[in-house]
């Protein structure tokens, strides 16, 4: 007999209470019982349904991972650090004017700009900040506006339930830029057997982030008080290769704050996260790592193509030169996965002290070949047959 879907109460009981909400908006904007207060998800009312979407598309409630991997990606393309991989590029925009605008090379804006000029797409959801400098989706539907949203603020974004809300996400194709548990709720969303849900009730593309965290908008905005500073002042932010602080850009110019101080901010969900390359997008981008001079690490990006769409995008953008490409080192490659590797054994460490046992995984399956794999890792290190 095939198990349902849990219910809104489930959802409470098992992520919302365990501190497992990664604030990703997938239960948002679904049914009017759920909504994102600051980057809190609050239930308003209590829903009678037995089983609901909500807790269907949660990226942390149980999933059958390797099913999904079968049914969206090439299964001989899988490894265990980093998902699938068809292909992995270092890049950055061609065009100087975006790469001076965007975070690090500006890969994933000429993407979406790209994919919107040639019609793969005809709408992108993006993060942005409203009046009140809260993150939320937004539907961009002019690819001029793009460069708009091109920078990082390292806050989760509840992106999905503009999604949710999206009435033509129905009607038109429909991008999507995408945190790794964004990228799997979606992946859920898009592989459900959930009675009423179309296949068609999904982005054609989505472009994943690589991400290790994000941080909680409360504890950083008393770090930031400390540094004279209110959020309201935030224009970018980022984490150079190589260094330990957290660079902040404002009008009064660059602030930086030690990431030691920078954890204490980081949101509980984050810390029980396996995954740091979205390794259920179509590709996935993130700051290069391939040398020791930092400021030439800053302009570029490190690509994972995972999908073949994603592969017929990154060709397009080969061929019309509307991306550069350089020689990637063969350690980049064994740096991402080993860095990839560590977010995985430390996560799975966390969850088995959370849960207080390895037979209980929380949101994740002991059977899952990528867990097991770690799991008999972790044995092996401590000398467990």
Not at 23 to 52: K, M, N, S, W
Not at 253 to 271: L, S
Request: glycine share 8%.
């Amino acid at each position: 007999m095939k198990k349902k879907p849990g219910s809104q109460a489930q959802l409470k009981q098992k992520v919302l209470e365990q501190d497992l909400c990664t604030g990703c908006g997938a239960c948002i904007g679904l049914c009017p019982y759920q909504v994102t207060h600051q980057d809190r998800t609050v239930q308003l009312f209590d829903c009678d349904l037995e089983e609901g979407k909500c807790f269907a598309f949660c990226p942390r409630t149980p999933a059958d991972y390797q099913k999904i991997r079968n049914i969206l990606y090439d299964s001989e393309d899988i490894t265990p650090e980093i998902g699938v991989v068809k292909g992995y590029f270092l890049t950055r925009a061609a065009d100087k004017r975006l790469r001076a605008r965007a975070q690090h090379g500006g890969t994933v804006t000429a993407l979406l700009e790209l994919a919107m000029s040639e019609g793969l797409i005809s709408s992108s959801i993006i993060s942005s900040w409203n009046e009140d400098q809260h993150i939320e989706g937004k539907v961009v539907e002019n690819k001029d506006c793009l460069r708009d949203f091109a920078k990082s603020r390292f806050m989760a974004s509840p992106t999905i339930a503009a999604f949710n809300r999206f009435k033509g996400a129905y009607m038109h194709k429909t991008g999507i830029v995408a945190t790794p548990c964004q990228a799997l709720s979606l992946a859920k969303m898009k592989t459900s057997e959930f009675a009423g849900i179309p296949n068609t009730v999904f982005p054609v593309l989505v472009i994943g982030l690589f991400c290790g965290w994000t941080l909680a908008r409360d504890r950083f905005e008393n770090l930031l008080e400390k540094y004279g500073f209110g959020i309201k002042e935030i224009q970018g932010m980022d984490v150079p290769a190589g260094k330990k602080n957290l660079e902040l850009a404002s009008e009064r110019g660059q602030v930086d704050i030690p990431m030691v101080e920078v954890e204490t901010c980081v949101r509980a969900a984050c810390r029980y996260c396996i995954d740091s390359t979205a390794e259920f997008a179509d590709l996935s981008v993130g700051a290069a790592r391939f040398g020791k001079d930092s400021e030439e690490m800053r302009c570029w990006n490190q690509v994972v193509v995972r999908s073949e769409l994603g592969k017929v995008l990154m060709d397009m953008a080969f061929n019309k030169g509307v991306l550069e490409f350089r020689d990637v080192p063969a350690q980049a490659l064994r740096n991402l996965k080993n860095a990839a590797a560590e977010k995985k054994k430390n996560a799975l460490k966390k969850i088995i002290e959370k849960s207080g046992s390895a037979k209980n995984l929380l949101y994740l399956k002991s059977d899952d070949p990528v867990i097991k794999y770690y799991l008999q890792s972790q044995r092996k290190r401590k000398g467990i047959s």
